[in-house]
Structures are given as C-alpha cells and as structure tokens.
C-alpha cells in the first residue's frame, strides 16, 4: 500500500478482554515498530521488528503484551486481559532499514479505550 | 520519553515566527528529527538534522542545533493556520526514536 495501514482505528473495549492490532506496513520495509502514545504524551516505543523476528521488545509493559510477525510483512499487537491504563493509541511504523539513513513512516494509529 | 523535554504549548499570532524548543540527553545521538501530529492523523516527519550539522534550513523551517548544550529547535517562519498541531522532537537512539511529549502548537488570527 501507499502507506502504513493500521486496524481498526477504534476498538472500545471492556476490562479483561483480549484485543488484537493490526499493522499492515509499507511494502519492502523490513523494519517495524510498535509505539503507545497516552493522552498528553509522546509516542513510547514498545518493540522492534527486523523482518520476522523481534530485534528489540524491551518497550513491552508486562507479559499481557505480545507481537508477532510471521511473515515478516503484516505484524499484529495482541493484549490479554486488558486494563483501563492500557487505554492508548498504539502506532506502528516502518522504516525501509531501520533507522540507517532512512525515516519512520507513521501510520495513523489504533486508538483503544478499555472501559 | 524522559530523555528529550520540550515546552508544553505555544501560542502564535499568524504570520509571526514559531520556535519550538527542545533538549535531549544523549550526547552520541546521530540524528535528531521534528515530527508533526494533525488531529486524529499519524506522525508526519518534518526534518531532521546530523549531529554534525549547526543549521538546516528547508523552506519555512529553520533547524537549529547545540550540540554542546544538547539543545534543538525549530523555527516556522510566517506560520499560518496550517501549522497548529503537536510538535514532536525526537533522537534516534541506535535503531529507535525516542520522542519528547510534545509542544501543541496554537495559531491565532
């Protein structure tokens, strides 16, 4: 696609439920990011992907917290037991080698509201 | 996050100059990068400058860079309406970026 895609954009849902988020990134790239933005603050960088496999998932909050990428193009966050302070927006993005002389191309986020 | 702090909010009379001021910690960062946020949109790189660099210039946008105070900024020039939006000054951490909270950015008439 012309850009990152990102689904669903909006997912409400209730405390202890498990949630899936998808990232659709630019193709070719192989570098893949994952961020949380809470309200009022910057994106927070919670994992890294170089092709298939997790390069760097230090940013991950708790163990409730997983991602994967198969194939090394779609990856998708996935949150178990959710909890109200997981309320966010989480952004991916791509980079076409990491950050060695290219740029994060954001997609627009999906915004999730425990309740 | 924690390591590059940035002024909350700005507010600007259109047409004036807007500088955006940010500082960061880590003295070996490579690159340093303005992102743009719109409501509801994803974050739109702006420009980014070397750590070699003093100045970039791209257009209306004015980078400035202090190494030695680890000290960025970015200045609009003639801003218009367009440019409200959260501000985001961010340093590449080896393979990462690590983002300020943001400066919001409001232009008035």
């Known amino acids: 696609g012309a850009g990152v895609s990102q689904t669903p954009s909006n997912k409400v849902t209730e405390k202890g439920k498990y949630v899936e988020l998808r990232c659709d990134p630019i193709?070719?790239?192989?570098?893949l990011y994952w961020y949380r933005q809470s309200l009022g603050q910057g994106p927070e960088f919670l994992i890294y992907?170089?092709?298939?496999?997790?390069?760097?998932d230090s940013g991950l909050p708790n163990d409730r917290f997983f991602a994967v990428r198969p194939e090394g193009s779609v990856s998708t966050l996935k949150i178990q037991r959710t909890e109200r302070g997981d309320s966010a927006v989480y952004l991916c993005?791509?980079?076409?080698?990491?950050?060695?002389?290219?740029?994060?191309?954001f997609g627009e986020g999906s915004r999730l509201t425990v309740l | 996050g924690e390591d590059v702090e940035q002024s909350l909010f700005l507010s600007v009379r259109e047409g004036d100059s807007s500088v955006i001021n940010c500082t960061y910690t880590?003295?070996?960062?490579?690159?340093l990068y303005w992102y743009k946020q719109e409501p509801g949109a994803g974050l739109q790189l702006l420009t980014y400058?070397?750590?070699?660099?003093d100045m970039k210039q791209d257009q209306r946008l004015t980078v400035l860079l202090n190494k030695k105070d680890k000290h960025l900024s970015l200045r609009i020039a003639d801003t218009q309406t367009g440019d409200s939006a959260i501000y985001f000054c961010?340093?590449?951490?080896?393979?990462?970026?690590?983002f300020g909270a943001g400066t919001t950015v409001t232009v008035r008439a």
């Open positions: 993005a791509s980079s076409l080698k990491g950050l060695r002389g290219g740029e994060l191309f």
């Open positions: 400058i070397f750590s070699n660099m």
């Open positions: 880590d003295s070996s960062s490579t690159y």
């Open positions: 992907f170089q092709g298939t496999g997790a390069a760097d």
């Open positions: 193709s070719g790239h192989t570098a």
């Open positions: 961010a340093e590449k951490d080896d393979y990462k970026l690590s």
